[in-house]
């Protein structure tokens, strides 16, 4: 069974900084596109980064880029999400997935298999 497992998150002042790190079990994570998405209260789970299987393409959405990115190493079956400059509207649960289509990467929410339970990130002004 593939479990995929985020950590990382808590509460950090505006500015500040955070890494999240995704691990999956049950399936070699290096076969998979990952990607992280985000979901504030009452609001859609939304698209934030994506990574392809061997780490060289990445994609960010355009609220996150230049403050966000995306990595990935694949000998600990681990994808990471670093944060910087923190902003209050980057609150919200945020969400590691894998996919496991043929696409170099993926924007679309729907394309992902297997999702984690969520990490809170909380940015306080």
């Known amino acids: 069974q593939v479990q995929v497992a985020e950590s990382g998150g808590g509460l950090v002042q505006a500015g500040g900084s955070l890494r999240l790190s995704c691990t999956a079990s049950?399936?070699?994570?290096?076969?998979?596109?990952a990607g992280w998405f985000r979901q504030a209260p009452g609001k859609e789970r939304v698209f934030v980064a994506t990574?392809?299987?061997?780490?060289?393409?990445?994609r960010y959405a355009d609220s996150v880029k230049g403050r966000f990115t995306i990595s990935r190493d694949n000998a600990k079956n681990t994808v990471y999400l670093q944060m910087n400059s923190l902003k209050p509207e980057d609150t919200a649960v945020y969400y590691c997935?894998?996919?496991?289509?043929?696409?170099?990467?993926?924007?679309?929410?729907?394309?992902?298999?297997?999702w984690g339970q969520g990490t809170q990130v909380t940015v306080s002004s």
């Open positions: 997935a894998a996919y496991t289509g043929s696409k170099p990467y993926s924007f679309q929410r729907d394309d992902y298999t297997y």
């Open positions: 049950g399936r070699a994570f290096s076969a998979d596109v």
């Open positions: 990574i392809s299987r061997g780490g060289n393409l990445s």
